[in-house]
């Protein structure tokens, strides 16, 4: 079973940039798709960004086109996410998860799509 553990996250001032880390325990992922999500406070979670297995394809939300740049380092069993360019619409819980197997019905967008989860780390940006 794999564990996956955030960090990175903290207070920022609006502009400013934070690289956030998921490290996973237990097994190897690097055949898996990874994704981050982000929730904030009375909303629902939403989809950030998600990568391939190998790092060669990446999506990302339209809120975050530009901004964010999410990567991997399969030989670390690690995935990051750089935020730049943050406001204070970006603050949220960030999660980490994982894909053991994306399904054709399930977009890679959709938290349901997803395996496993992180236990979330806080990023909050400051006006």
């Known amino acids: 079973q794999v564990q996956l553990e955030e960090s990175g996250g903290g207070l920022v001032q609006t502009g400013g940039s934070l690289r956030l880390s998921c490290a996973a325990s237990?097994?190897?992922?690097?055949?898996?798709?990874m994704g981050w999500f982000r929730q904030a406070p009375g909303k629902e979670r939403e989809f950030v960004a998600t990568?391939?297995?190998?790092?060669?394809?990446?999506y990302y939300a339209d809120s975050v086109k530009g901004r964010f740049t999410i990567s991997r380092d399969n030989a670390k069993n690690t995935v990051y996410l750089q935020m730049n360019s943050l406001t204070p619409e970006d603050t949220a819980v960030y999660y980490c998860?994982?894909?053991?197997?994306?399904?054709?019905?399930?977009?890679?967008?959709?938290?349901?799509?997803?395996?496993?989860w992180g236990q979330g780390t806080q990023v909050t940006v400051s006006s």
């Open positions: 990568i391939s297995w190998s790092g060669g394809r990446a």
């Open positions: 237990g097994r190897t992922i690097s055949n898996n798709a």
């Open positions: 998860a994982g894909a053991n197997l994306f399904r054709a019905t399930t977009p890679p967008s959709a938290p349901t799509a997803y395996d496993y």
